[in-house]
């Protein structure tokens, strides 16, 4: 039996520049499921995207996932892709057997937690203030290569990882300092600067973009309390959920995250086309 791509609609050009086409799995002319394939819209056209692959439940355990990925990414590097990546949720066990039996690798991870309604306290000693516009701007340049060089580090070309860190914070901070349901907080202990807080307050829930203790004060403790006047933040602006994104590999806050009762998800997993 033959597993193939059959186009059920024209290549689709978005208004951001993302190109996708949707397909059917057939076997032998007989639909057996969909692919979704596009483009990154966070990192530029030269990273395929399955958004969606779904073989129907009558199909499934007969290898037909495994051909329809594989003829995605044949797809993909017809594009010119040079990457090609795909979301699994938490609880979806097949499908990340079947990333992971083709070779994609881990990259991150999307990880949530339900708040209570009492903010945690800080350990003695500690306490928040705002970031000051001096050091917001000392923050951004700092930020900026630091994100940069993480996504160099993961495989994207130096001028497209510096082109999506301008980006990525011209979206999320049109108004810097000022913009909207954005805070940002420098957290002190003792009267010492230790590290710093930015955190984004959407609709339902907030997101941890930046928690970082300062390379100083590390080792310490001062990164779990960063977290905690993270929820405390969430809470007292009403946030049931706060969310985070975590890279495969970043083993120590792994555990923190994990500790204080975070829990995945959705993994993101990744693959070169060569």
């Not at 000022?178 to 807080?197: K, Y």
Request: glycine letters at 10%.
């Amino acid at each position: 039996m033959t597993t193939t791509l059959r186009p059920t609609e024209p290549l689709q050009h978005a208004a951001d520049g993302t190109r996708s086409r949707r397909y059917q799995v057939c076997v032998n002319s007989r639909p057996v499921g969909a692919v979704h394939l596009g483009t990154s819209r966070s990192l530029g056209d030269s990273v395929a995207v399955i958004h969606r692959l779904r073989i129907d439940e009558p199909d499934r355990r007969r290898g037909r996932g495994t051909v329809a990925a594989l003829a995605a990414e044949e797809i993909a590097r017809g594009w010119g892709c040079r990457q090609i990546e795909v979301g699994v949720a938490a609880d979806a066990e097949a499908g990340t057997r079947l990333a992971q039996a083709l070779g994609y690798v881990l990259r991150n991870r999307g990880m949530t937690k339900q708040l209570g309604a009492t903010p945690p306290a800080l350990p003695a000693g500690s306490r928040a203030r705002p970031m000051t516009p001096d050091e917001f701007d000392a923050w951004k340049a700092y930020e900026s290569e630091q994100y940069a060089r993480t996504w160099m580090e993961r495989g994207l070309p130096e001028a497209e990882a510096r082109a999506k860190a301008r980006r990525d914070h011209e979206v999320l901070l049109p108004q810097g300092l000022a913009t909207e349901n954005t805070l940002f907080n420098v957290l002190e202990h003792e009267g010492t600067r230790v590290g710093i807080l930015w955190l984004a307050l959407h609709e339902d829930r907030a997101f941890v973009f930046d928690v970082e203790a300062d390379e100083a004060h590390r080792g310490r403790g001062h990164g779990r309390t960063l977290m905690l006047l993270a929820e405390g933040r969430a809470i007292g602006a009403g946030r049931p959920l706060i969310g985070l994104n975590v890279f495969a590999g970043n083993t120590a806050a792994e555990r923190l995250y994990e500790s204080l009762g975070y829990r995945t998800t959705r993994s993101l997993f990744c693959k070169p086309l060569l």
